[in-house]
C-alpha cells in the first residue's frame, strides 16, 4: 500500500518535472529564446528527461501517417490530416483554405506533403522510434530528405530536451505501400505568370510588400496569410494589395492536453509547412512565384548539440531553401520558384531599409511572439530587445518609444537580451533574432545616432560595449557602416529583383 503510493506520488512529481522541462521555456515571457545549456544539463535534470523519453518511447513505438481527407464546404476545402500515434492516439489537424475551380485530386501531391510536415509537431511529443507512412512507397532519397528535415528542423527542440540526435536509433522513417508519393505530372504543366507573397505583419515580409510594389507595379500579385492577426491584415493594406488569401491551420487539441501532462513539447520548422502550403496556393491560382521573407541573418547557428548545428530558423535559412528547391522541382515540376527576396541582407539591413520606405508600418507591425495573441510588445523579451536594437540607429528615441510604448533599451530583461545578442553571455538566444555581428553593429550605430540626436546612451548599453571592447570584438563604426551595405551573391533572387535590390541598399549608405 505505502509502496503504491509511493510510486503514485513518483509518477506525479515526474510528470510534473518533465512538464517544466520540456514546456516552461515556451510559456514564459521571461525564458523564452534565452536558453543555455547549463539551465538543464544538471545531471538530476537530465536523468528526468532521459527516463521520460525511454518511458514515452516504450509507450508510443510508432506513429503513423495514413493520408488525409479533403470535403468541400461552399467556397472553402477543408483537409483533415490522418495521424495515429499508437497505441490509441488518433490526431486529427485541420487546414482550411479557398477553393478554386482546380480539380480536388490535384491538389494531392501538395497536400501529402503538407501532412508530412504537419507530423513532425505530433511525433515530437513522444518521439516513437518509428515513423510510418501508410500506403505509400518512399524511395531512399525522399526518406533521406526527410530524415534529414527532422534532424535539422527539430534541432532546437533535441537541444532544449537534451535529446541526442544522434543517436541512430532515434527515428526511422518506414514506407508500407507500393503507390509512390503524389508528384505533379509535368506533361500538364500550364505556364504561370505573376507572384503569391506571404505575410506575417512583421518587418522583414512588410518591407519585401513595399518593395515588390515598387521594384514592379505591374506583376499581377496575390497575398496569402496563414492563421491571420491584425498586424498581418494591416500591413497588406497599408502596403495597397487587395484582399489577401486566408488560410487556418488548426492544432489537434489533443497535443496540447499532453503537453500539459508531461509529453515532450518544443519548436517545429514552421516555415517548412508554409513552403509546401505557399506551393499548392500558388498552383491553385496558377502563380509563377512564391515569395518568402527570410534573410541572410537566418542561416547562422544558435549553438552545436552533439554534432548537430542548432538553428532555431532552420527552416528560414538557405540550407533549406536550397533543398526545398530541389526537392519541390522533383516533385511539383512546372510549378512556382520559391525564393526569398531578402536572403541577401542581414536583418541590421531590413531594418534600415524598413524604416525608410516601410516607414507608414513603424507603428503597425509585431514582430513579437510573446505577445502575439495581445497584439502588443512584450517589452521584455530576445525579439523585442533584437527588433528595437536594430530599429535603434534609424529612427530617433522618441519615435523608437512611440513604437514599442515605451524605453525598451534601459529594461533589464531587454539588457540581458542584449548581452546574449552580442556574445557577451551564452549563446545567441533561440529566436527569430540576427547574427551576433550585426547585433554589435547596431549598438555600435546606435551609439552614433544617440550622439546624432545630442543625447546620452542608456548606461547599461555602454556597459555592454565597453565588454566588448576589452574583449576586442566590439566593432568600429566605419565596420558597422560597412555592414549596411554588404551584399552576398548566395540567394535564389531572380537577376532583376537582384538588381534593384542591391540599389536600393545604397540608400543606407
Known amino acids: 500500500m505505502v509502496q503504491r503510493a509511493i510510486a503514485s506520488v513518483w509518477r506525479a512529481t515526474l510528470a510534473t518535472s518533465a512538464l517544466f522541462v ?32 525511454t518511458t514515452l518511447r516504450s509507450k508510443h513505438p510508432t506513429l503513423t501517417y495514413r493520408g488525409y481527407t479533403l470535403v468541400r ?31 480536388m485530386d490535384s491538389l494531392a501531391p501538395f497536400l501529402f506533403h503538407l501532412g508530412m510536415v504537419e ?7 513522444a518521439c516513437p522510434p518509428r515513423l510510418i507512412i501508410d500506403g505509400y512507397h518512399l524511395s531512399e532519397e525522399e526518406r533521406a530528405w526527410w530524415h534529414d528535415l527532422y534532424m535539422h528542423g ?64 505591374d506583376v499581377c500579385r496575390k497575398t496569402l496569410i496563414l492563421n491571420p492577426s491584425r498586424s498581418a491584415s494591416e500591413s497588406i493594406a497599408i502596403a495597397g494589395y487587395g484582399e489577401p488569401l486566408v ?22 520548422p514552421f516555415s517548412a509547412y508554409l513552403a509546401f502550403l505557399g506551393m499548392m496556393i500558388a498552383e ?31 527552416s528560414k535559412g538557405l540550407r533549406f531553401e536550397r533543398r526545398f528547391r530541389t526537392y519541390a522541382a522533383e516533385h511539383f515540376p512546372g510549378c512556382a520558384s520559391y525564393y526569398s527576396i531578402i536572403r541577401p541582407l542581414y536583418d541590421l539591413q531590413v531594418s534600415g531599409l524598413f524604416a525608410r520606405i516601410g516607414a507608414n508600418h513603424l507603428h503597425s507591425f509585431r514582430s513579437c511572439n510573446v505577445g502575439q495573441r495581445e497584439d502588443r510588445w512584450c ?6 530587445a533584437f527588433v528595437s536594437l536594430t530599429i535603434a540607429p534609424f529612427v530617433s528615441p522618441s519615435h523608437r518609444t512611440s513604437i514599442f510604448g515605451r524605453e525598451l533599451l534601459d529594461v533589464p530583461e531587454i539588457l540581458v537580451a542584449i548581452e546574449e545578442l552580442t556574445g557577451v553571455r551564452n549563446h545567441k538566444p533561440l529566436e527569430c533574432v540576427g547574427t551576433v555581428g550585426e547585433s554589435r553593429d547596431a549598438l555600435v550605430l546606435t551609439f552614433a545616432r544617440y550622439k546624432q540626436e545630442g543625447l546620452a546612451p542608456p548606461a547599461e548599453l555602454e556597459t555592454i560595449a565597453t565588454t566588448l571592447q576589452h574583449r576586442g570584438t566590439l566593432p568600429t563604426l566605419a565596420q558597422a557602416h560597412a555592414t549596411l551595405t554588404a551584399w552576398s551573391d548566395d540567394h535564389e533572387l531572380p537577376g532583376e529583383y537582384a538588381r534593384r535590390l542591391r540599389l536600393l541598399l545604397t540608400e543606407l549608405a
Not at 507530423?119 to 511529443?125: N, V
Not at 534541432?155 to 532515434?170: C, H, R
Not at 491551420?249 to 508531461?262: F, H, S, V, Y
Open 22 to 53: 520540456t514546456t516552461r521555456f515556451y510559456y514564459s515571457h521571461l525564458d523564452r529564446g534565452s536558453l543555455s545549456q547549463d539551465r538543464y544539463d544538471h545531471s538530476w535534470m537530465a536523468s528526468i528527461v532521459t527516463s521520460t523519453l
Open 73 to 103: 464546404n461552399g467556397d472553402t476545402f477543408q483537409a483533415t490530416f490522418l495521424i495515429d500515434l499508437a497505441p490509441a492516439i488518433h490526431f486529427r489537424p485541420t487546414l482550411s483554405f479557398p477553393a478554386t475551380d482546380k480539380e
Open 119 to 125: 507530423a513532425l509537431s505530433y511525433w515530437k511529443a
Open 154 to 217: 527539430l534541432g532546437e527542440f533535441y537541444f532544449v530536451n537534451a535529446i541526442d540526435p544522434s543517436q541512430q536509433e532515434l527515428l526511422t522513417i518506414e514506407s508500407h505501400g507500393e503507390r509512390p508519393i503524389p508528384r505533379i505530372d509535368k506533361t500538364t504543366a500550364s505556364t504561370k505568370n505573376g507572384e503569391l507573397v506571404l505575410a506575417a505583419g512583421g518587418k522583414d515580409s512588410s518591407l519585401t510588400l513595399e518593395m515588390l510594389k515598387a521594384f514592379a507595379p
Open 247 to 268: 488560410v487556418r491551420r488548426t492544432i489537434d487539441r489533443q497535443l496540447i492536453d499532453l503537453n500539459a501532462q508531461g509529453y515532450l513539447n518544443g519548436h517545429t
Open 284 to 314: 491553385m491560382h496558377d502563380l509563377g512565384s512564391v515569395i518568402v521573407s527570410n534573410e541572410r541573418s537566418a542561416s547562422e547557428e544558435n549553438t552545436v548539440f552533439h554534432g548537430l548545428p542548432i538553428n532555431h530558423q532552420y
Open 379 to 384: 517589452g521584455r523579451c530576445p525579439k523585442c
